[in-house]
């Protein structure tokens, strides 16, 4: 494309982008607007930092520095940043801007060398291009009996773990192949590996194992669903008086409760200033919590499907970029308030979601009783979903009235399947990979390692602690004469090292942030703990570059001091990446912990074994982990409710 007609493009592009100018932001954390974001690019466009081969995978607000924020006052002028990552593809270089969209101007372009950003639209047809035109992969498809090529697809798939190390320029993506739709359609055996900086295909396998393709069918479509059963019966939530919530821009009050939020391109939903309200006192909990990470590696030994292993965020383009973060009507309860969000596009338009936040009550069972005196307990739960590749994802934040926050995930969508031979299309042996779920088709094991950052802090960012808590029956003895006894025991973890943790199940093993200089009523420390739900171990063998890659996973607790640029566990650039950035390199240092700024990042682990249940659309899975008051008040906060 020539200067001219793409200055006539980029001229185009704004006269469509163009948003009307928004109100100035209240706060230094109010959402990113359409109007910022068409600014920002305007102003790198001037400055020189757009071209006709650059694409965006990232633009969002830069967060002030912490201090800022909370030394904010209402009124006060808020400066407004926005950080742009981008990559032009011709030239293999990626930069990191920053832009002043008040001052319109570029306060900092750094190129970071040796890094890729996520996948880009363009891999894609590029891909399917190169490889349809490879003479082996033709002759493959002819020794299939294929000649139909054009209802054969090539899907492409970033390798991270497994990319030919000493290839120059963009990522190294593998390819799968398919016959007809869904991934049922697999043709096995059949591998290429495409450089996509020389466009040419490194690497071709081709073992010839190809089973006969499972019955024509064999996948998920919504419009070959079974009859539905008869309706359920009417239930509807009605709130008279209106919603118990107060919402301001993006801050909601809730009973005690009071919050901000926002949703990000690469992390999704986030919340900010996390407080509690105390016999009239505002009392902080929580800075900031966020989803950090999402690793999908699958567990197959070979045959095609080894590689399948991806940073959902950040190599495989994060939650809200392309405008895959949305809710249907259907996710959120029929009183929910929905709210919008602005991410964009891979050229740097904004995409306005109208649907990408809800917020709702719902009832939580029995909040407490005894006798004859019984309480029922109210949730406030502020959720989001996203879609990337097969699977769908949900995130939800619950407050509870007794001063508990809970993170839920849900995991739904589609699994991994491929064909398998006819005779052994209904054995399950005794050692598998993969579990049959359809006549001639099978989904392979695989985990989700999810790591979230909770920058806690409790009654106040300083002087924060992390305690472990283990429980434990002492020997028969003095400690324990007459056998049923058991006993906890704290352990203050002082250093960064220190607080490489693992969940341990026969110690009920917990961790708590406490604020050393803060006491309760009853003179102990105010704390807030962290309860894990169900999680796993990361099974990639040590010493393999996947578990470097994703070394986050390798302890279920990290524990770091504040710092405004460590937000994602494996680094700002994963893709292709050699797992040399993040928490091991950051808590390599052993930095103190005590009497500090703490952030905990916790690291959750989901592992599917695939049921014949999960087909050919997944049920939804649960998992995740719960915040809870330890001391930080001197007795039951929900005593008061009616």
């Known amino acids: ?124 047809s590029l891909v399917k291009q190169i490889v349809r035109a490879d003479r082996r992969w033709q002759e493959a498809l002819r020794k299939r009996g294929i000649t139909d090529p054009d209802n054969v697809d090539v899907n492409p798939y970033p390798i991270g773990s497994f990319t030919r190390t000493g290839e120059p320029g963009r990522q190294v993506v593998a390819t799968s192949t398919y016959r007809g739709r869904g991934t049922s359609g697999l043709l096995r055996g059949l591998t290429a590996y495409v450089n996509l900086s020389t466009r040419k295909v490194i690497d071709f396998e081709d073992t010839g194992t190809n089973p006969p393709l499972p019955r024509q069918g064999a996948y998920y479509q919504p419009d070959s669903l079974p009859p539905p059963r008869p309706p359920l019966a009417a239930l ?30 690469r992390e999704g939903l986030v919340l900010y200033t996390v407080g509690y309200r105390d016999q009239g006192r505002l009392r902080s909990v929580a800075y900031r919590l966020a989803l950090s990470e999402l690793y999908v590696p699958y567990g197959d030994r070979g045959d095609g499907r080894f590689f399948l292993n991806a940073f959902d965020l950040g190599e495989a383009g994060g939650v809200g970029t392309y405008g895959s973060l949305a809710l249907s009507d259907a996710d959120c309860p029929a009183h929910a308030a929905f709210f919008p969000a602005v991410v964009h596009d891979y050229r740097g338009k904004p995409v306005d979601l109208p649907k990408a936040v809800c917020l709702y009550e719902r009832d939580g069972g029995v909040l407490w009783r005894h006798g004859a005196q019984v309480r029922r307990d109210r949730q406030l739960v502020i959720a989001s979903t996203t879609r990337i590749d097969n699977y769908d994802y949900g995130f939800e934040w619950i407050f509870r009235l007794d001063g508990s926050i809970e993170l839920q995930v849900i995991l739904t969508g589609l699994m991994n399947t491929r064909a398998i031979p006819a005779d052994t299309g209904r054995v399950r042996v005794a050692r598998h990979y993969a579990t049959v779920v359809e006549d001639r088709l099978e989904a392979m094991n695989h985990q989700h390692l999810f790591n979230f950052r909770l920058d806690l802090d409790v009654d106040g960012a300083t002087p924060n602690s992390v305690v ?84 986050f996973a390798e302890t279920h607790l990290w524990a770091t001091p504040y710092a405004a640029d460590q937000i994602y566990a494996a680094g700002d650039f994963v893709s292709q990446g050699s797992g040399d950035s993040g928490l091991p390199q950051w808590t390599g240092e052993g930095r103190s912990i005590e009497n500090a700024d703490v952030v905990l990042w916790y690291s959750l682990g989901v592992t599917h074994i695939p049921r014949p249940e999960d087909w050919p659309v997944m049920p939804v899975k649960r998992a995740g982990f719960q915040l809870v008051p330890v001391g930080f008040f001197a007795k039951n906060p929900a005593l008061d409710v009616r």
Not at 33 to 48: D, P, W
Not at 248 to 265: I, L, M, S, T
């Open 1 to 124: 494309m020539s200067t001219n007609s793409y200055a006539a493009w980029f001229a185009a592009w704004l006269a469509v982008a163009s948003a009307p100018a928004a109100l100035p932001a209240q706060h230094p954390l109010d959402p990113l607007t359409s109007a910022e974001s068409v600014t920002a690019m305007e102003v790198l466009q001037a400055a020189g930092g757009v071209g006709p081969d650059v694409f965006v995978t990232e633009l969002a607000l830069r967060e002030p520095p912490k201090e800022r924020v909370l030394a904010f006052q209402p009124g006060a002028p808020v400066t407004r940043e926005v950080r742009v990552v981008s990559y032009d593809y011709g030239a293999n270089r990626t930069f990191v801007s920053v832009v002043d969209v008040g001052g319109r101007r570029v306060v900092s372009r750094t190129e970071v060398p040796g890094v890729q950003p996520a996948a880009l639209p363009r891999d894609d």
């Open 468 to 551: 472990e808590m283990n429980t434990e029956a002492p020997e028969p003895g003095p400690l324990n004469p007459l056998g049923n006894a058991h006993l906890t025991s704290e352990t203050l973890l002082k250093g960064e090292l220190d607080a490489r943790r693992q969940l341990n199940f026969a110690t009920h093993r917990t961790w708590k942030v406490i604020n050393g200089s803060a006491k309760n009523a009853l003179g102990q420390p105010t704390a807030y703990m962290l309860i894990p739900g169900e999680n796993a171990p990361f099974y990639a063998l040590p010493r393999t570059r996947m578990r470097k890659r994703a070394a």
């Open 236 to 265: 509807t939530v009605t709130q008279a008086s209106g919603a118990g919530y107060s919402v301001k821009g993006n801050e909601v009050e809730w009973q005690n409760w009071r919050f901000r939020f926002a949703v990000r391109p």
